[in-house]
């Protein structure tokens, strides 16, 4: 882009709203979508697009003609090839990329690739194998050669093979603290002898680097034996001196990606002999078994929090220490079935699920998903001639190691569904958008932050034309002696109104703040105050449409500026509603920023109703029913406990009819839950279930698509026919923000 745009062939502002799409707006404040299908997002991305591009002038109003075929193409596996209703022969490459970020934000880097393709040429966008000869040849001895570590990939063994190649001899050295001393007196040596220096892990000793930087400039040329060269391998930080990078080679070598490839590298670390160790029927299907589980886990984290609510490291040493387990338990039971004990798939569950892999697990719902995972795919039934995990992943029954290789190849899929990993095929979707969310906003992040001009306006005009508007929307500060009187009106003791006057307070910061801060920096930029370091960051990302750092300290974490001074308006109105009036019908549980404060007071007001009863806060716990009835058919409240509403299923969708979770839509990503009839009741005192009843799925309730301990609420029953555990493997759980 940044080519085309020096060429004047591409429009800076068509590079913007790449970037930002509908960031800066507000689904409340906007034309209204003609018809539900469209995703809120998609139709603001529209918006925008229709605003800042001429060639999408009249996008909205085409796809309100034209429901039918807009749908079809926005229904397409492949929309980027698709043909596109009334605008396809006019749009370029770069504008049909525009159109598919904006309406199909999961497909926009297979869209990038056929612009890069059209613009660049095809070698542009096809994967490079990595080739250290030509490395070589492009070096110098003052020019590093770095390599930004990925997940399963490490280029030691290749540059130690280059090295023997050359007939080199290399010095290499993990770096750390204390290790500088050694790593200086081997680049003096480099230096002299032209020997190689191989410098490893240095994200972990990023004071060296600088220093490293500093050699390099410095050293003359004539000084340096012809031969030498130095080699970095670390993983990206943002804390890297950008001038080492600079002056740098820089290379990256992505590991395969896959389960085939994966299992693969678990057979690269067996033989033969491993194979004949034992002769009882059990011992390779678990061996095969216990790899395809390792890949599962190292695969499950390319989907996100659905996939693992933490990203973990899962390595060689988790696959080793369950396989060395695996070997000392058929030790332990004998090479005899006959005569021996049975394989206690039990104990290789637990071990595997509980101390192996699961010693690196530290949410707990991951760990009853690494605990089911172990349930579904180790178990007798994987002795069954012909045993698949799933379509195309079949056990091989081979006794040789080379044809489990062989089939391994030449059967499983080289593109992964989603299904082999238990969970929706809309989980894809969630990857892709993923993908193209994070390269957006790399892309952002890196772009220049001097003063330049849009479509007229300078950089500085239109954050203050922003500014401006968001002063006009913002409410105003409550008077604290006024919410003082309203709260008494409306029973200051009681639990819940203690908690609306906490919320209150911390909303009066968020507010306070956003106004001095909008008027500071419109002085700043006149000139008459010092533009301080707080106010040129909300200067910078007011003007990309995000929420300055300060604000989130104060408040919550937002995508883009236009979610989030929604939010704060949407909580203003709820709470100021509350004050006024009464308690209202039903709570938006996303607008409180203490959501498990309210559940307690929640459950203080039951218990102290049932003081003569004898019940006893500690004692209590909460309960939850998901009702029929939808936000706005709320018009009174329960007679006990209180309706919560706002809340995503992720994962799954909800039958209304059957009061059940059921399977999702295709592209259905979240469905709202009806109305959440919350209350408490004695620990201990729930109903058994029922003969014929449906089962209850433990679904965890989080503030925000980041899933961990400190974003989860609390666990909400949900009825489900299937068992619970198929819901925990589609990483089921309901968000308060989809955003």
């Known amino acids: 882009c940044k080519i085309e745009m020096r060429a004047n062939t591409l429009n800076s502002a068509n590079f913007q709203v790449l970037l930002k799409a509908g960031a800066a707006l507000n689904i409340s404040e906007v034309r209204p979508k003609p018809y539900m299908w469209i995703p809120d997002r998609a139709w603001l991305n529209c918006i925008a697009l229709s605003e800042a591009v001429k060639t999408f002038k009249n996008l909205p109003d085409l796809i309100q003609r034209n429901d039918l075929l807009w749908r079809g193409w926005w229904d397409s596996e492949t929309p ?3 043909k596109i209703p009334d605008l396809g022969d006019k749009l370029d490459t770069f504008e049909r990329m525009l159109l598919v970020r904006a309406l199909r934000e999961d497909r926009t880097m297979l869209s990038a690739i056929d612009y890069i393709k059209e613009t660049l040429g095809p070698q542009y966008a096809e994967p490079q194998q990595l080739d250290l000869d030509s490395v070589l040849s492009e070096s110098t001895p003052l020019v590093p050669v770095i390599f930004l570590l990925s997940q399963g990939s ?7 093979g280059l090295a023997k190649k050359q007939k080199k001899r290399m010095g290499a050295i993990s770096m750390g603290q204390g290790q500088e001393p050694a790593a200086h007196a081997m680049l003096q040596n480099g230096f002299q002898t032209g020997d190689w220096v191989l410098l490893q892990n240095c994200h972990l000793g990023l004071p060296f680097l600088r220093e490293l930087e500093e050699v390099m400039i410095k050293t003359e040329p004539e000084n340096v034996h012809d031969e030498f060269r130095v080699w970095v391998t670390s993983e990206p930080n943002p804390k890297f001196p950008i001038g080492l990078l600079q002056m740098s080679i820089k290379l990256t070598n992505e590991p395969p990606q896959g389960m085939q490839a994966g299992i693969m590298r678990s057979y690269s670390w067996m033989t033969q002999d491993m194979f004949d160790n034992f002769r009882r029927p059990e011992w390779r299907p678990l061996l095969f078994t216990i790899c395809f589980l390792h890949s599962l886990v190292q695969e499950r984290r390319k989907f996100g929090p659905i996939g693992w609510c933490i990203p973990y490291e899962f390595n060689f040493g988790d696959w080793s220490a369950s396989v060395q387990f695996l070997q000392n338990h058929f030790t332990t039971i004998g090479d005899d079935p006959k005569k021996g004990a049975p394989v206690s798939y039990d104990t290789i569950r637990y071990m595997v699920s509980e101390i192996q892999y699961g010693g690196r697990v530290t949410d707990d719902k991951d760990r009853i998903l690494l605990t089911t995972l172990a349930e579904v795919l180790i178990h007798q039934k994987i002795l069954t001639p012909g045993f698949q995990f799933s379509a195309g992943y079949q056990l091989p029954p081979f006794e040789e190691i080379q044809k489990h290789r062989d089939l391994i190849v030449e059967t499983m899929p080289s593109v992964d569904p989603p299904d082999v990993f238990g969970l929706h095929a809309n989980a894809d979707i969630t990857y892709r958008t993923r993908q193209a969310h994070k390269v957006l906003s790399t892309i952002l992040d890196i772009q220049p932050r001097q003063s330049s001009s849009t479509g007229g306006a300078t950089r500085e005009e239109q954050v203050v034309a922003t500014a401006d508007d968001l002063l006009k929307k913002l409410p105003p500060a409550w008077n604290k002696d006024s919410v003082k009187e309203c709260l008494q009106k409306i029973g200051h003791r009681q639990p819940l109104n203690i908690f609306c006057g906490q919320e209150v307070d911390r909303l009066q910061v968020v507010i306070v703040l956003i106004r001095r801060t909008l008027m500071d920096l419109k002085l700043a930029i ?3 105050i010092i533009m301080s ?5 909300a200067l910078d990302t007011l003007y990309d449409s995000r929420v300055p750092a300060k604000w989130v300290k104060v408040s919550w974490p937002a995508p883009n500026m236009g979610i989030w001074f929604a939010d704060v308006v949407r909580r203003y109105e709820q709470l100021n509603e509350w004050i006024t009036h009464d308690r209202p019908h039903k709570y938006w549980l996303t607008g409180f920023f203490n959501p498990q404060g309210f559940l307690t007071s929640v ?14 806060l500690d004692e209590m716990e909460t309960k939850t029913e998901v009702q029929r009835q939808e936000k706005h058919e709320v018009d009174r409240s ?11 299923l992720e994962g799954c969708s ?4 059957k009061q059940k979770v059921k399977e999702a839509a295709p592209k259905e990503m979240f469905r709202e839950l009806p109305i959440l009839h919350v209350t408490g009741i004695e620990s201990g005192h729930k109903q058994p279930k029922q003969k014929g009843a449906l089962n209850k799925f433990k679904c965890p ?4 698509p980041t899933r961990n301990d400190i974003n989860w609420i609390f666990d909400v029953d949900l009825n489900c026919e299937e068992e619970p555990q198929n819901w925990i493997l589609r990483g089921v759980s309901l968000l308060c923000s989809i955003d």
């Open 80 to 82: 980027e090839a698709a």
């Open 638 to 648: 329960p007679p006990e406990g209180v309706y919560i509403y706002g809340l995503y």
């Open 701 to 704: 309730c989080y503030k925000y």
């Open 154 to 160: 490490d280029p030691t063994g290749q540059i130690e």
């Open 654 to 657: 909800w039958d209304k009819s």
């Open 603 to 616: 459950r203080q007001e039951v218990c102290r109703a049932h003081a003569k009863d004898g019940w006893s």
């Open 533 to 537: 370091g707080d106010l040129q960051d």
């Open 526 to 528: 006149a000139g008459t």
